[in-house]
């Protein structure tokens, strides 16, 4: 073992004597495994990553909601329910808009990049 090991394991059994994991929070309870069988295995590691950082849950949800709405909207016939479901359309697009003015995505020259592309094959 190098020196670094060493001194982790010394801290963890300081810590174990103290008391100091008695009371965490989920203890005893079964852990929640997460099924990512539909992410392919060279891919799960970063979306792990991603999923850990809070880059992923809102910006997923929303972007499968607005793709839910643009379908809808195009195979909706009743002109008022139509405009009902534009309304909800532009607060999802609202909402996302400001997440990733939050993150700081819209920074990043390959968001630019691909933006345009994206919200061409969104609202055609």
């Known amino acids: 073992m ?4 060493l001194i982790a394991e010394d801290k963890i059994r300081t810590a174990q004597k103290n008391g100091e994991f008695d009371h965490l ?3 005893g309870k079964p852990l929640k495994l997460e099924d990512l069988s539909g992410i392919p295995e ?3 590691m970063g979306y792990k990553l991603l ?3 809070g880059m992923l849950d809102d910006e997923k949800q929303l ?3 607005i793709i839910g709405l ?3 909207i195009a195979a909706c016939a009743n002109p008022q329910e139509r405009e009902a479901l ?3 359309l532009n607060e ?3 909402r996302y808009n400001r997440l990733m003015e939050k993150k700081e995505i819209s920074q990043n020259p390959a968001y630019k990049k691909y933006q345009e592309k994206i919200d061409k094959k969104l609202f055609k």
């Open 2 to 5: 190098d020196i670094v090991a």
């Open 25 to 27: 929070p989920g203890k």
């Open 42 to 44: 060279s891919l799960r």
């Open 51 to 53: 999923k850990n950082a």
């Open 63 to 65: 972007n499968k909601e």
């Open 70 to 72: 643009n379908d809808m």
């Open 86 to 88: 534009k309304k909800q």
């Open 92 to 94: 999802k697009m609202m």
